[in-house]
Protein backbone atom coordinates (compact mmCIF):
# COMPACT_ATOMS: atom_id res chain seq x y z
CA UNK A 1 0.00 0.00 0.00
CA UNK A 2 2.07 3.23 -1.17
CA UNK A 3 1.76 6.35 1.05
CA UNK A 4 -0.75 9.24 0.23
CA UNK A 5 1.12 11.77 -1.17
CA UNK A 6 1.46 15.28 0.86
CA UNK A 7 -0.17 18.16 -0.20
CA UNK A 8 2.14 20.41 -2.21
CA UNK A 9 2.32 23.43 0.21
CA UNK A 10 1.90 27.15 -1.50
CA UNK A 11 3.09 30.09 0.04
CA UNK A 12 0.15 32.13 1.40
CA UNK A 13 0.08 35.83 0.47
CA UNK A 14 0.21 38.35 3.07
CA UNK A 15 -3.24 40.04 3.38
CA UNK A 16 -2.84 43.74 2.49
CA UNK A 17 -3.84 45.70 6.08
CA UNK A 18 -5.44 49.30 5.94
CA UNK A 19 -5.88 50.78 9.30
CA UNK A 20 -8.67 53.49 9.79
CA UNK A 21 -8.83 56.16 11.89
CA UNK A 22 -12.32 57.20 12.53
CA UNK A 23 -14.24 58.35 15.34
CA UNK A 24 -17.61 57.45 14.26
CA UNK A 25 -18.28 54.18 15.85
CA UNK A 26 -21.10 53.14 13.04
CA UNK A 27 -18.94 54.80 9.65
CA UNK A 28 -16.11 52.72 11.37
CA UNK A 29 -18.15 49.65 11.69
CA UNK A 30 -19.54 50.02 8.31
CA UNK A 31 -16.44 50.71 6.51
CA UNK A 32 -14.44 47.85 8.08
CA UNK A 33 -17.68 45.72 7.00
CA UNK A 34 -16.74 46.37 3.59
CA UNK A 35 -13.07 46.44 3.39
CA UNK A 36 -12.83 43.29 5.00
CA UNK A 37 -15.64 41.84 2.08
CA UNK A 38 -13.09 42.85 -0.20
CA UNK A 39 -9.91 40.91 1.26
CA UNK A 40 -8.52 43.51 3.39
CA UNK A 41 -7.47 42.59 7.07
CA UNK A 42 -8.75 46.00 8.84
CA UNK A 43 -8.06 47.24 12.15
CA UNK A 44 -9.57 50.51 13.25
CA UNK A 45 -8.44 53.59 15.72
CA UNK A 46 -10.99 55.87 17.57
CA UNK A 47 -8.71 58.75 18.15
CA UNK A 48 -5.27 60.12 17.08
CA UNK A 49 -3.59 59.19 20.21
CA UNK A 50 -4.83 55.05 19.29
CA UNK A 51 -4.34 55.56 15.54
CA UNK A 52 -0.53 56.73 15.76
CA UNK A 53 0.27 53.92 18.58
CA UNK A 54 -1.39 51.49 15.92
CA UNK A 55 0.47 52.91 13.03
CA UNK A 56 3.56 52.02 14.75
CA UNK A 57 2.70 48.23 16.01
CA UNK A 58 1.04 46.96 12.33
CA UNK A 59 2.62 49.04 9.67
CA UNK A 60 -0.19 49.52 7.71
CA UNK A 61 -0.09 49.52 3.95
CA UNK A 62 -2.41 51.86 3.75
CA UNK A 63 -4.39 54.35 6.15
CA UNK A 64 -7.80 55.96 6.13
CA UNK A 65 -7.27 59.05 7.96
CA UNK A 66 -10.52 61.40 9.13
CA UNK A 67 -9.14 64.63 9.83
CA UNK A 68 -11.94 65.64 12.88
CA UNK A 69 -10.41 63.20 15.41
CA UNK A 70 -10.64 64.17 19.49
CA UNK A 71 -7.40 64.82 20.81
CA UNK A 72 -4.52 64.62 17.96
CA UNK A 73 -6.87 65.64 14.80
CA UNK A 74 -5.85 63.96 11.21
CA UNK A 75 -3.31 66.88 10.40
CA UNK A 76 -1.51 65.88 13.66
CA UNK A 77 -1.31 62.38 12.98
CA UNK A 78 -0.38 62.52 9.49
CA UNK A 79 2.96 64.87 10.54
CA UNK A 80 3.27 62.34 13.36
CA UNK A 81 3.25 59.48 10.51
CA UNK A 82 5.71 60.98 8.51
CA UNK A 83 8.25 62.36 10.94
CA UNK A 84 8.36 58.67 12.19
CA UNK A 85 9.25 57.40 8.70
CA UNK A 86 5.96 56.24 8.29
CA UNK A 87 5.29 56.20 4.33
CA UNK A 88 2.36 54.01 4.20
CA UNK A 89 -0.30 56.32 1.28
CA UNK A 90 -2.88 58.12 3.28
CA UNK A 91 -5.79 58.52 2.27
CA UNK A 92 -7.96 61.63 4.34
CA UNK A 93 -11.87 61.36 5.01
CA UNK A 94 -12.85 65.03 4.81
CA UNK A 95 -15.96 66.76 5.69
CA UNK A 96 -14.19 70.02 4.73
CA UNK A 97 -14.70 71.06 1.07
CA UNK A 98 -12.11 74.61 1.42
CA UNK A 99 -9.27 74.25 -1.14
CA UNK A 100 -6.71 74.97 2.11
CA UNK A 101 -7.63 72.05 4.01
CA UNK A 102 -6.59 69.96 1.36
CA UNK A 103 -3.69 71.73 0.26
CA UNK A 104 -2.63 71.32 4.33
CA UNK A 105 -2.91 67.87 3.92
CA UNK A 106 -0.96 67.56 0.84
CA UNK A 107 1.90 69.56 2.71
CA UNK A 108 1.50 67.46 5.42
CA UNK A 109 2.25 64.05 3.13
CA UNK A 110 -1.35 62.94 2.35
CA UNK A 111 -1.47 61.16 -0.96
CA UNK A 112 -5.21 61.41 -1.69
CA UNK A 113 -8.51 62.08 -0.35
CA UNK A 114 -12.13 61.73 -0.21
CA UNK A 115 -14.97 64.00 1.03
CA UNK A 116 -17.93 62.92 3.31
CA UNK A 117 -20.39 61.78 2.21
CA UNK A 118 -18.72 59.31 -0.60
CA UNK A 119 -19.98 56.28 -1.75
CA UNK A 120 -18.20 52.68 -1.52
CA UNK A 121 -17.27 52.12 -5.28
CA UNK A 122 -15.79 55.59 -4.95
CA UNK A 123 -13.13 54.71 -1.86
CA UNK A 124 -12.78 51.14 -2.82
CA UNK A 125 -11.32 52.82 -6.60
CA UNK A 126 -9.30 55.61 -4.56
CA UNK A 127 -7.89 52.64 -2.56
CA UNK A 128 -6.82 50.21 -5.25
CA UNK A 129 -5.16 53.08 -6.85
CA UNK A 130 -2.77 53.97 -4.02
CA UNK A 131 -2.02 50.36 -3.04
CA UNK A 132 -1.09 49.87 -6.90
CA UNK A 133 1.37 53.07 -7.05
CA UNK A 134 2.73 51.99 -3.99
CA UNK A 135 3.67 49.01 -4.78
CA UNK A 136 5.00 50.12 -7.71
CA UNK A 137 6.85 52.57 -5.91
CA UNK A 138 8.68 49.71 -3.86
CA UNK A 139 9.62 47.64 -7.15
CA UNK A 140 12.78 47.48 -9.16
CA UNK A 141 13.26 50.47 -10.64
CA UNK A 142 13.62 49.44 -14.67
CA UNK A 143 16.33 50.51 -16.29
CA UNK A 144 15.35 53.73 -17.64
CA UNK A 145 16.28 54.36 -21.50
CA UNK A 146 18.98 57.04 -22.39
CA UNK A 147 16.51 59.28 -24.11
CA UNK A 148 12.87 59.41 -25.18
CA UNK A 149 11.35 60.16 -28.28
CA UNK A 150 8.11 61.70 -29.07
CA UNK A 151 7.32 63.25 -32.78
CA UNK A 152 10.80 65.27 -33.51
CA UNK A 153 11.35 65.66 -30.06
CA UNK A 154 14.22 63.81 -28.15
CA UNK A 155 14.00 64.12 -24.66
CA UNK A 156 17.58 63.20 -22.61
CA UNK A 157 16.72 62.54 -18.82
CA UNK A 158 20.21 62.01 -17.35
CA UNK A 159 21.50 64.50 -20.06
CA UNK A 160 18.79 67.01 -19.01
CA UNK A 161 18.89 67.67 -22.63
CA UNK A 162 16.01 68.17 -25.04
CA UNK A 163 16.13 67.97 -29.04
CA UNK A 164 13.84 69.40 -31.29
CA UNK A 165 15.11 68.03 -34.97
CA UNK A 166 18.19 67.69 -33.40
CA UNK A 167 18.48 71.40 -31.94
CA UNK A 168 18.59 71.89 -28.18
CA UNK A 169 15.31 73.36 -26.98
CA UNK A 170 15.80 75.70 -24.00
CA UNK A 171 13.78 75.43 -21.27
CA UNK A 172 12.58 76.41 -17.42
CA UNK A 173 13.87 74.22 -14.87
CA UNK A 174 10.27 73.41 -13.50
CA UNK A 175 9.02 72.99 -17.71
CA UNK A 176 12.06 70.66 -17.80
CA UNK A 177 11.31 68.94 -14.52
CA UNK A 178 7.25 68.51 -15.73
CA UNK A 179 8.41 66.86 -19.02
CA UNK A 180 10.75 64.04 -17.52
CA UNK A 181 7.46 63.61 -15.06
CA UNK A 182 5.34 62.66 -18.05
CA UNK A 183 7.79 61.02 -20.38
CA UNK A 184 8.85 58.70 -17.23
CA UNK A 185 5.36 57.34 -17.38
CA UNK A 186 4.40 57.37 -21.27
CA UNK A 187 0.31 57.03 -22.06
CA UNK A 188 -0.65 57.52 -18.66
CA UNK A 189 -2.48 60.23 -17.41
CA UNK A 190 -0.81 61.91 -14.61
CA UNK A 191 -3.24 64.06 -12.32
CA UNK A 192 -2.54 68.16 -11.57
CA UNK A 193 -1.87 66.76 -8.30
CA UNK A 194 0.54 63.94 -8.98
CA UNK A 195 2.37 66.51 -10.92
CA UNK A 196 2.11 69.01 -8.25
CA UNK A 197 3.52 67.05 -5.72
CA UNK A 198 6.23 65.58 -7.95
CA UNK A 199 7.28 68.78 -9.23
CA UNK A 200 7.03 71.23 -6.74
CA UNK A 201 6.90 69.12 -3.87
CA UNK A 202 3.18 70.73 -3.07
CA UNK A 203 4.29 73.85 -1.42
CA UNK A 204 0.88 75.86 -0.32
CA UNK A 205 2.62 78.83 -2.70
CA UNK A 206 1.92 76.47 -5.63
CA UNK A 207 -1.29 76.39 -7.84
CA UNK A 208 -3.20 73.69 -9.93
CA UNK A 209 -2.70 76.29 -12.83
CA UNK A 210 1.14 76.31 -12.77
CA UNK A 211 1.01 73.17 -14.12
CA UNK A 212 -1.28 74.59 -16.72
CA UNK A 213 1.34 77.45 -17.22
CA UNK A 214 4.45 75.58 -17.31
CA UNK A 215 2.53 73.07 -20.08
CA UNK A 216 2.08 75.84 -22.54
CA UNK A 217 5.58 76.76 -22.06
CA UNK A 218 6.16 73.11 -23.29
CA UNK A 219 3.51 73.00 -26.23
CA UNK A 220 4.42 76.59 -27.60
CA UNK A 221 8.68 75.03 -27.94
CA UNK A 222 7.92 71.56 -28.59
CA UNK A 223 4.79 71.27 -30.45
CA UNK A 224 3.96 72.20 -34.19
CA UNK A 225 0.54 73.43 -33.38
CA UNK A 226 0.43 74.28 -29.81
CA UNK A 227 -3.56 74.97 -30.11
CA UNK A 228 -4.10 71.26 -30.94
CA UNK A 229 -1.05 69.15 -29.13
CA UNK A 230 -0.62 65.77 -30.80
CA UNK A 231 1.59 64.82 -27.73
CA UNK A 232 1.48 67.30 -24.84
CA UNK A 233 -2.25 66.01 -24.45
CA UNK A 234 -4.28 67.25 -21.63
CA UNK A 235 -7.20 65.63 -19.94
CA UNK A 236 -10.15 67.22 -18.87
CA UNK A 237 -10.69 67.63 -15.23
CA UNK A 238 -8.03 65.58 -14.93
CA UNK A 239 -3.72 66.00 -15.80
CA UNK A 240 -2.25 65.45 -18.34
CA UNK A 241 -0.39 62.62 -20.45
CA UNK A 242 2.07 62.37 -23.20
CA UNK A 243 1.00 60.52 -26.26
CA UNK A 244 4.01 58.98 -27.88
Known amino acids: MTAAARPVERPVARETRILLVEDNANL ?8 EIEGYAVSVAA ?21 MLP ?3 GYGVLAGLRDEGIDAPVLLLTA ?6 KVRGFRLGADDYVTKPFGLQELLARIGALLRRSERARAPEPAQPDYVRFGDV ?4 KR ?8 AVELRP ?7 ALVGRPGETISRHALLREVWGYRG ?34 GYQLRP
Open 174 to 180: KALELLF
Open 205 to 238: DVLSRTVDTHMAELRRKLEDDPSRPAHLIGVRKV
Open 96 to 101: RQEEQD
Open 71 to 73: GID
Open 154 to 157: EVYP
Open 28 to 35: ARGLRRNL
Open 160 to 167: HLVLLRGR
Open 47 to 67: DGAQGLVAARRERPDLVLLDL
